[in-house]
């Protein structure tokens, strides 16, 4: 693609967003639900990588969250060649798609374009999901290692009955 700028300008006036790189090659969007991304340019790899955040993970799940995460990277099988990430600084996942400019048209800009805002609202929607199994299957562990405790304190208490 001959001019990133110019083909960002003409997505963004045809999607509603001012899109301009700044001078470090970046520009930050937010959505109208609140949800944000980053557009950066690196030029000497001649690619556009598209960057969201998709949420915070609680340090008591990230064990059972992570797992999953790692298993929807593999062989990117779930996430359409983006790659989910923990950026530890922001304590955030991420999820990344590096986009060749190579090549590139006007179309298929748009399209991974599209298609990133998509990815975005659906990974962020599956985090959540997989942040409250993780929670429900902790509290359920609790639970019947609370119960095992009471049972386990009972028995130990049968051996102090004086059966006549």
Same mark, same amino acid.
Request: a negative charge; hydrophobic letters at 45%.
């Given at each position: 693609?001959?001019?990133?700028?110019?083909? %960002?300008?003409?997505?963004?006036?045809?999607?509603?967003? @001012?899109?301009? /790189?700044?001078?470090?090659?970046?520009?930050?969007?937010?959505?109208?639900?609140?949800?944000?991304?980053? /557009?950066?340019?690196? +030029?000497? /790899?001649?690619?556009?990588?598209?960057?969201?955040?998709?949420?915070? =993970?609680?340090? !008591? =799940?990230?064990?059972? =969250?992570?797992?999953?995460? %790692?298993? +929807?990277?593999?062989? #990117?099988?779930?996430?359409?060649? +983006?790659?989910?990430? #923990?950026?530890?600084?922001?304590?955030?996942?991420?999820?990344?798609?590096?986009?060749?400019?190579?090549?590139?048209? @006007?179309?298929? %800009?748009?399209?991974?374009?599209?298609?990133? /805002?998509?990815?975005?609202?659906? #990974?962020?929607?599956?985090? @959540?999901?997989?942040?409250?199994?993780?929670?429900?299957?902790?509290?359920?562990?609790?639970? !019947?290692?609370?119960?095992?405790?009471?049972?386990?304190?009972?028995?130990?208490?049968?051996?102090?009955?004086?059966?006549?």
């Amino acid at each position: 693609m001959e001019n990133i700028a110019v083909a %960002l300008k003409e997505l963004g006036t045809k999607n509603g967003f @001012d899109i301009s /790189l700044n001078e470090d090659g970046t520009c930050s969007l937010e959505l109208a639900d609140g949800r944000t991304f980053i /557009l950066q340019e690196r +030029a000497n /790899l001649n690619e556009l990588d598209f960057v969201a955040t998709l949420g915070y =993970v609680p340090e !008591e =799940v990230r064990a059972d =969250v992570f797992t999953e995460l %790692l298993s +929807a990277n593999f062989y #990117w099988r779930t996430t359409l060649g +983006a790659t989910i990430s #923990w950026n530890a600084s922001l304590e955030q996942v991420v999820i990344m798609y590096p986009f060749p400019l190579a090549d590139a048209t @006007d179309g298929t %800009l748009e399209n991974i374009f599209t298609r990133f /805002l998509e990815l975005q609202a659906a #990974w962020k929607d599956r985090l @959540d999901e997989l942040i409250a199994d993780a929670k429900n299957i902790a509290e359920s562990k609790a639970d !019947e290692d609370e119960e095992d405790a009471d049972e386990e304190a009972s028995a130990a208490d049968d051996h102090l009955i004086i059966n006549p």
